[in-house]
Nanobody, 124 residues
């Protein structure tokens, strides 16, 4: 069982930066792949970024590539999402999630555990 708690969301102007954190509980954190998703009002939850259990492989949605960076610290049981050059269209609730599956990292259904989400609002 893994419990995930996100933090770091807030209100930022376009062009600004935020760093989201997701703290996990559970002794097997290092064995899970991790991902970040987001959901804007009236839209489906969409993939943002993912990392393998070791952090050696990372994946990004085209819409955030070059602006966002996912990283993990297994010693701290924490995964991060550094978001730079934020745009109003990045406004959403951001969720971190953990998966045991090694494939289909971009599919929400591949993830076994979810955090409660943190709001990110980017003003123009």
């Amino acid at each position: 069982q893994v419990q995930l708690v996100e933090s770091g969301g807030g209100l930022v102007q376009a062009g600004g930066s935020l760093r989201l954190s997701c703290a996990a509980s559970g002794p097997t954190f290092a064995t899970y792949g991790l991902g970040w998703f987001r959901q804007a009002p009236g839209k489906e939850r969409e993939f943002v970024a993912a990392t393998s259990w070791s952090g050696g492989n990372t994946y990004y949605a085209d819409s955030v590539k070059g602006r966002f960076t996912i990283s993990r610290d297994n010693a701290k049981n924490t995964v991060y999402l550094q978001m730079n050059s934020l745009k109003p269209e990045d406004t959403a609730v951001y969720y971190c999630a953990a998966r045991t599956s090694a494939s289909y990292y971009y599919r929400p259904r591949s993830y076994d555990y979810w955090g409660q989400g943190t709001q990110v609002t980017v003003s123009s």
